[in-house]
T-cell receptor, first 118, second 111 residues
Framework: DVKVTQSSRYLVKRTGEKVFLECVQD?????MFWYRQDPGLGLRLIYF???????EKGDIPEGYSVSREKKERFSLILESASTNQTSMYLC?????????????????FGPGTRLTVT | QKEVEQDPGPLSVPEGAIVSLNCTYS??????FMWYRQYSRKGPELLMY????GNKEDGRFTAQVDKSSKYISLFIRDSQPSDSATYLC???????????FGPGTRLSVLP
């Protein structure tokens, strides 16, 4: 079974702190993603990575940065946490596959980190 | 207008009911359509996927895509309490492109 793990289930940080969220996948997937999930807004893509050391901005990258030094690990960094970054953060990974294969449609998600910034 | 809209719910139905979950979208370039299911305190997991228009059936679940109306549906027959979850539609414009997710519909199936 594919497993995507996230470093913390719950995190409480103060405004202005630097926050690191870690994600690890064990299936050698090339693509990895960071989303935030907010009520009424659904999942919004923050950053994604096609492969090691590669990163691309998603729809809402402001206030965030990422790092992918190893294939299995994708880190999300909040440089200076703010209260509007209080949210559920979900990491996902996806394999490269044929367009018709199920794997092209499937992102494997971690359980999420609920971050509260006070 | 949001790129993908979804009935917000919550939706409560009795066990055994037929459930219809729907999404509308505005981007005519979308060709890949998915339904993800998210249980409480878990990440989403892929439930159904379809390419372009048409129907696809898998057990009690049927996914339907009408590209001319920019409308997709997920039908659940003989709903069970274990179907209680949030259902997210997702779509993308092409192979390897990123997904755009709907906001999700929370479903409760009451025993």
């Amino acid at each position: 079974d594919v497993k995507v793990t996230q470093s913390s289930r719950y995190l409480v940080k103060r405004t202005g702190e630097k926050v690191f969220l870690e994600c690890v996948q064990d299936m050698d997937h090339e693509n990895m993603f960071w989303y935030r999930q907010d009520p009424g807004l659904g999942l919004r893509l923050i950053y994604f990575s096609y492969d090691v050391k590669m990163k691309e901005k998603g729809d809402i990258p402001e206030g965030y940065s990422v790092s992918r030094e190893k294939k299995e690990r994708f880190s999300l960094i909040l440089e200076s946490a703010s209260t509007n970054q209080t949210s559920m953060y979900l990491c996902a990974s996806r394999a490269i596959s044929l367009p018709t294969a199920r794997a092209s449609y499937e992102q494997y998600f971690g359980p999420g980190t609920r971050l509260t910034v006070t | 207008q949001k790129e993908v809209e979804q009935d917000p719910g919550p939706l409560s139905v009795p066990e055994g009911a037929i459930v219809s979950l729907n999404c509308t979208y505005s981007n005519s370039a979308f060709q890949y359509f998915m339904w993800y299911r998210q249980y409480s305190r878990k990440g989403p997991e892929l439930l159904m996927y379809t390419y372009s228009s048409g129907n696809k059936e898998d057990g009690r679940f049927t996914a339907q895509v009408d590209k001319s109306s920019k409308y997709i549906s997920l039908f659940i027959r003989d709903s069970q309490p274990s179907d209680s979850a949030t259902y997210l539609c997702a779509m993308s414009g092409g192979y390897g492109q990123n997904f755009v997710f709907g906001p999700g519909t929370r479903l409760s199936v009451l025993p």
